[in-house]
């Protein structure tokens, strides 16, 4: 029912355009992969490479290790959920699931009887004779995800399919997803420029910038632990310290910037590349400016209060702009606007990353 | 008509809708008021008209079902009036043109809004619309001359050896109104093609996408997506090569052979050449009634509602 997604070396041009650069990623099978980028990073021609819309310039895709290449996307075991879902409006809901069955000649018995059942597993019964124009949507999204499921697909390829939901069901909709995806263990491999989306969803995640595919994680490990700049700063947010690396030892260096020198975590490939000293915010500690170990004075500037959390903006000497994200537990006094005070944080938390992206 | 009051002031106003009035009145409706009367009265010398013998009846209508003749159609021989025969050959071969251009344009549409590159789009238009910059009946004219029997048509077949014998294209090979049905086939192909490209266009690629994706081969896409949503597109351009044809005086009368007749040369002739204006109104009259029917039972046949047309 799953099968693994290989791209063996994959680039694609448009024109003189890259838009894929040699990427190479393996998705196991009843995986949930992610690819996470910005818009333009190449991450929708990936999924329609591999659902057959478009060819690779270069290298080789494999789906359940056989090699795709010149097969079209209605002889190829994967199924797409477009970003406008491109249900069809003509047809009833059923009609709509069941299109699949139809071309292969199922007859209309199976075929509504396979439409009653998937409309059970996406939790929408009674709505086979539904329009489509009839239902909301996320219901739209669901009966998309059952016409999809309803070819029995060995991949499931979806690109940024809840995109158009408001915040309250497109949260919903993400834990329904994981859930479907668990159910029927079929390898879903998913688009998005959400990093909150990608982050909850997937078992591995793959950020991907102008083409070329930055790293390839657990979500964790790409929050945590990112390879360079821009995964760094592309999921969560950060505060970015320019300067120097000048003493190393164990994985740590000292890093020389015009606010002060701090010791931080260096990256194993890190040595010669330019680069920049990363803090999130959430790692930020806020206290009186007393020196110590990588503290940074600031006057307090903007503070947001965002309910659960409270986002301190503050301005170093120097000019530099740093955020310090609190928790906010009902108790903790905020600072004063103008408040002289330091930022500190802990060197295990502050990585000292390359600046540039993978592009070589 | 507020905003064309406070835009263009009380007499300009009144200006436009004066003269709206009276092309609507004047040149549309009293000429065919005064016919529908007409057609009610008898073909009568000058000076009984207004006389005693001048009174309404439905005689000219009932001309339709006069004069019978035997004719056979499918190894079954009755009989027929006349102007009837000439009726159904006319809706026959209407129809007839406007399944040829369907079957014609529906790729082409197709390939215009679907598969070209937007870069070439305005030059394919240019090129279909050229042959539009000639008038009508120079365009019929240019099919009498290729299918004439010293003609290039024959010249090019005769010359490379692909028939024997010279042929008599205009006289017809398959029915009598052969070059009558290539006429209106290319003077309105565009009336169809526009309509479909029109409706194609704003068909979602992504639609024809997820149907391949779940399996669908080329003709499926087309038959459960493609053709149902241009369907109001398509019954348009039906609509309007239909009536076009059935109601095209010059390409019939430029392109006929010795045993054609199209019901607009019935009517021409009662009009003009038996300066009967009462039968000729009231075969106008029937004839729009009949082709209007033919057109409801048609659309109706294949479940298309005057409003998806309309859109």
């Not at chain 1, 063996?8 to 990623?25: E, I, L, M, T």
């Not at chain 1, 994985?251 to 015009?258: C, I, K, L, R, Y």
Request: glycine share 8%; with cysteine; proline share 5%.
């Amino acid at each position: 029912m799953s099968a693994a997604v290989e791209l063996d070396d994959v680039s694609c041009d448009f024109g003189r355009f890259r838009a894929v650069d040699h990427v190479n990623v393996a998705v196991k099978p009843g995986e949930f992969f992610s690819f996470l980028g910005p818009s333009g990073c190449g991450k929708t021609t990936i999924l329609r490479m591999i659902s057959g819309f478009t060819n690779p310039s270069e290298g080789i895709i494999r789906i359940g290790g056989k090699d795709v290449r010149g097969r079209r996307p209605n002889q190829r075991p994967t199924a797409l959920i477009f970003q406008n879902l491109a249900l069809f409006p003509l047809m009833p809901v059923w009609e709509n699931i069941a299109f699949g069955l139809e071309v292969r000649g199922e007859d209309k018995a199976r075929r509504r009887a396979k439409a009653e059942e998937l409309l059970r597993l996406v939790d929408l019964p009674g709505a086979e004779d539904k329009m489509i124009g009839q239902l909301s949507g996320g219901q739209r999204q669901r009966v998309a995800i059952a016409r999809a499921l309803a070819v029995e697909p060995q991949v499931m390829l979806l690109d940024e399919p809840l995109s158009a939901l408001d915040l309250k069901l497109r949260q919903h909709m993400r834990a329904e997803l994981r859930a479907i995806q668990k159910r029927t263990g079929v390898t879903f491999i998913y688009i998005t420029h959400d990093q909150g989306e990608a982050l909850a969803m997937s078992d591995r995640v793959g950020v991907m910038s102008q083409g070329r595919l930055q790293q390839v994680a657990d979500p964790r490990e790409i929050y945590n632990s990112p390879v360079n700049g821009f995964v760094a700063s592309f999921v969560g947010e950060m505060n970015i310290l320019k300067g120097e690396v000048e003493q190393v030892a164990d994985g740590f260096a000292s890093f020389a910037t015009p606010h002060g020198t701090f010791r931080a975590r260096l990256a194993g490939d890190a040595r010669g590349a330019p680069v920049k000293l990363y803090i999130r915010p959430e790692h930020m500690v806020l206290g009186a400016d007393d020196g110590g170990e990588n503290a940074v004075p600031v006057t307090i500037g903007d503070i947001a209060f965002e309910g659960n959390f409270i986002t301190v903006s503050a301005t170093t000497d120097t000019g530099a702009q740093l955020t310090a994200e609190l928790r906010n537990d009902g108790v903790a006094r905020l600072p004063e606007g103008g408040a002289r005070m330091a930022m500190r944080f802990d060197s295990q938390r502050a990585m000292i990353l390359p600046d540039e992206t993978a592009r070589g | 008509m507020e905003n064309l009051f406070r835009r263009y002031g009380a007499t300009l106003t009144g200006a436009f809708v004066v003269l709206t009035a009276f092309w609507l009145l004047a040149l549309v409706i009293l000429p065919n008021i005064t016919l529908f009367e007409a057609s009610f009265r008898p073909y009568l010398p000058v000076v009984d008209i207004g006389g005693p013998r001048d009174v309404y009846s439905l005689n000219n209508y009932r001309l339709f079902t006069a004069n019978p003749v035997d004719v056979s159609f499918l190894g079954f021989g009755f009989s027929m009036p006349i102007h009837m025969i000439t009726f159904f050959n006319t809706v026959i071969f209407s129809a007839i043109v406007t399944l040829i251009t369907f079957l014609m344009t529906y790729p082409l549409a197709y390939y215009l809004a679907k598969t070209v590159l937007p870069q070439t789009l305005p030059t394919l238009i240019l090129l279909l619309f050229i042959p539009l910059w000639v008038s009508e009946a120079l365009r019929a004219f240019a099919w009498y001359i290729i299918l004439a029997f010293d003609g290039p048509l024959n010249a090019v077949l005769a010359g490379s050896g692909l028939v024997e014998k010279k042929v008599r294209w205009l006289n017809g090979v398959v029915t009598a109104y052969d070059a009558i049905v290539i006429g209106l086939v290319y003077t309105y192909v565009l009336f169809m093609l526009f309509p479909i490209y029109g409706s194609i266009q704003s068909l979602d690629r992504n639609q024809i996408e997820a149907s391949e994706d779940l399996g669908a081969r080329w003709w499926q896409t087309h038959w459960r997506v493609v053709l149902p949503h241009a369907k109001p597109g398509i019954a348009s351009g039906c609509v309007m090569v239909f009536m076009l044809s059935a109601g095209s005086l010059l390409v019939p009368s430029v392109l006929p052979s010795t045993r054609s007749n199209w019901f607009t040369q019935t009517i021409q002739s009662y009009m003009l050449e038996s300066q009967n204006w009462n039968a000729g109104a009231a075969y106008s009259f029937l004839y729009i009634l009949l082709c209007t029917v033919v057109v409801t039972l048609t659309m109706w046949a294949f479940k298309v509602k005057l409003s998806e047309i309309a859109k």
